[in-house]
């Protein structure tokens, strides 16, 4: 009869200090998951200017083949890159404009930045004519 006693006054419902600890163990998994949520999103972002540098390297490989050299650029600007067959539109995405690459070449050599625009801390991908990747940007471990 104790037995039956005891399960009819067993609570129903979840105390205060189980609640608790849930609350914290989901705080904490936030914590963690949070910084690399963050990573995550600034890289898809970067994924963007790395493709618009892609974009302009092929139109420089193309010129390559065409003149058997770079055209000089020292400053990047639309007029600029439509030497090389690149319109303002053809940069253009949700996060890179045309005015976030900078495109430096001469007969032999040239170089490409993408700067993620109104990020803290500047996010840059750079890459030159061999192929050489370099800058500060975030790839999304």
């Given amino acids: 009869m104790s037995a039956w006693v005891y399960r009819s006054r067993r609570p129903e419902a979840f ?78 995405g949700k996060y890179f404009a045309v005015t976030n690459y900078s495109v430096t070449s001469n007969a032999t050599t040239y170089s490409i930045t993408a700067t993620l625009p109104t990020y803290t801390p500047t996010q840059t991908y750079i890459i030159n004519q061999l192929g050489v990747e370099s800058g500060t940007y975030t790839t999304g471990q």
């Fill in 15 to 92: 105390t205060l200090i189980e609640l608790m600890i849930v609350v914290v163990i989901v705080a904490i998994l936030a914590l963690v998951a949070l910084p690399l949520y963050q990573g995550n999103i600034v890289a898809a972002k970067m994924s963007e200017g790395i493709a618009g540098c892609g974009t302009i390297r092929t139109a420089f490989r193309v010129y390559y083949s065409v003149h058997q050299n770079y055209p000089v650029l020292t400053a990047q600007n639309a007029s600029q890159l439509s030497v090389i067959g690149i319109g303002a539109t053809d940069l253009a």
